[in-house]
């Protein structure tokens, strides 16, 4: 069965530093997602991609996030500036098609902020 | 009120018995509605989707409730691998901004 892939499954990094967390959604999908859990807390909801523009985001998805499809496969989450609050889960999620379906998500990337 | 609220649990069930959790949401607006399970440290993983008919899918069974404004999710005979977090996930279309709930935490007991 198709599954959305997440690189690196951990990632370390000192404050300050840009980091880019990488997706592969399922290669029939059209909208895609990135989300984050703190942990011990709730899956949030960062941004909503589709046809190649952001159709929507959170007040967490702040000027320091971007995103990025670069070449019709991967997804890309960028933090330019990475602070100490930013360490958590993040997952990439794809869907089909349309907002009836389900998402799908990738296992998700450990990001950790010194 | 919270967009999306569950009651956090821990619920202990001992193994064979039934379950139900519920889930309010604040927008009435909202159109689609899932259930997903999470392990801990893991992905969320889809369930099954709540259409407004209710449905069914082996041992588990998701109601809609729009006057209301709940979703329901019932599991029968559970077993020890239903032990993990249930997350009521709920789309507002207009925007295709996703909310999550925090989470029921189920503990199936030997």
């Known amino acids: 069965e198709p599954e959305v892939t997440q690189t690196p499954s951990h990632q370390v990094t000192q404050m300050g530093q840009e980091v880019i967390l990488r997706c592969v959604p399922i290669s029939n999908h059209l909208y895609f997602y990135w989300y984050r859990q703190i942990l011990g807390q709730k899956v949030e909801f960062l941004v909503s991609f589709y046809n190649n523009e952001i159709s929507e985001k959170s007040e967490i998805f702040d000027d320091q996030f971007s995103v990025e499809r670069p070449d019709g496969s991967n997804f890309t989450l960028k933090i330019r500036s990475t602070k100490l609050e930013d360490s958590a889960m993040y997952f990439c999620?794809?869907?089909?098609?349309?907002?009836?379906?389900?998402?799908?998500f990738g296992d998700g990337t450990r990001l950790s902020i010194l | 009120r919270k967009e999306v609220e569950q009651d956090p649990g821990p619920f202990n069930v001992p193994e064979g018995a039934t379950v139900a959790f519920n889930c309010t949401y604040s927008n009435s607006a909202s159109q689609s509605f899932f259930w997903y399970r999470q392990d801990c440290r893991k992905e969320p993983k889809l369930l099954m989707s709540?259409?407004?008919s209710g449905n069914e899918d082996g041992r588990f069974t998701a109601q809609l409730n729009r006057a209301s404004q709940y979703i329901s999710l019932l599991i029968r005979d559970s077993k020890l691998s239903d032990s993990a977090t249930y997350l009521c996930?709920?789309?507002?279309?207009?925007?295709?901004?996703?909310?999550f709930g925090k989470g029921t935490r189920l503990h199936i007991l030997p």
């Open positions: 996930v709920v789309n507002m279309n207009r925007d295709d901004k996703i909310i």
């Open positions: 999620a794809s869907r089909k098609g349309s907002s009836n379906q389900p998402q799908h």
């Open positions: 709540v259409y407004s």
